[in-house]
């Protein structure tokens, strides 16, 4: 659950994290045991970063390649193509 907080929050700090796992779960862990976790799930910001860029770059071109698709497909049926 850590993890998933992390993704959609990949700036929060430490203390934010022991804060989050304690109001959620009623779970109280000191910063050391987060980062030793974090540590050992290779988790990093920069990772995260990367993976939410790709994700948005690929996104957008999908979305672009369907509306063209989308688009000639129009024009076709229209019978305006040349």
């Not at 109001?23 to 030793?36: G, L, P, S, W, Y």
């Not at 990772?47 to 672009?64: E, P």
């Amino acid at each position: 659950m850590l993890l998933e907080y992390l993704i959609l929050r990949p700036s929060a700090y430490i203390d934010e994290q022991v804060y989050f796992l304690w109001d959620e779960f009623d779970i109280i862990v000191n910063e050391q045991c987060v980062q030793r976790m974090l540590k050992c799930v290779k988790w990093s910001k920069k990772l995260v970063y990367l993976a939410v860029f790709i994700y948005t770059m690929f996104s957008h071109i999908l979305i672009n390649c369907r509306c063209n698709n989308a688009l000639q497909n129009v024009i076709k049926s229209s019978g305006m193509h040349g």
